[in-house]
Nanobody, 115 residues
Framework: QVQVVESGGGLVQPGGSLRLSCAAS????????MAWYRQAPGKQREWVAA???????NYADSVKGRFTISRDNAKNTMYLQMNSLKPEDTAVYYC?????????WGQGTQVTVSP
């Protein structure tokens, strides 16, 4: 079992920045990939970015060049640095940890981009 906790959300003005964190605990030795998803009101959850256990990264086109995903394997923690935020980035951001052939979700953290 893996426990997942996100943090770092908040209210920010357009053009601003936020850094999200995702901490994994429990059975973490076989984590293969960690990823960020988001869900805006009235919309389906969408994939944002992912990072593998060897550091390979991928991004959705909508955030490429603005968001940076990183990972501290020693701390089992993943980060999402979000720059140049737009109102359309407003959503609940969820962390997904893929370990032992299944995914584990956190409770989410709210990001609101508004003047």
């Amino acid at each position: 079992q893996v426990q997942v906790v996100e943090s770092g959300g908040g209210l920010v003005q357009p053009g601003g920045s936020l850094r999200l964190s995702c901490a994994a605990s429990g059975t973490t030795f076989n984590i293969l990939q960690m990823a960020w998803y988001r869900q805006a009101p009235g919309k389906q959850r969408e994939w944002v970015a992912a990072i593998t256990n060897i550091g390979s990264t991928n991004y959705a086109d909508s955030v490429k060049g603005r968001f940076t995903i990183s990972r501290d394997n020693a701390k089992n923690t993943m980060y999402l640095q979000m720059n140049s935020l737009k109102p359309e980035d407003t959503a609940v951001y969820y962390c997904n940890v893929f370990s032992g052939a299944r995914g584990y979700w956190g409770q989410g953290t709210q990001v609101t981009v508004s003047p």
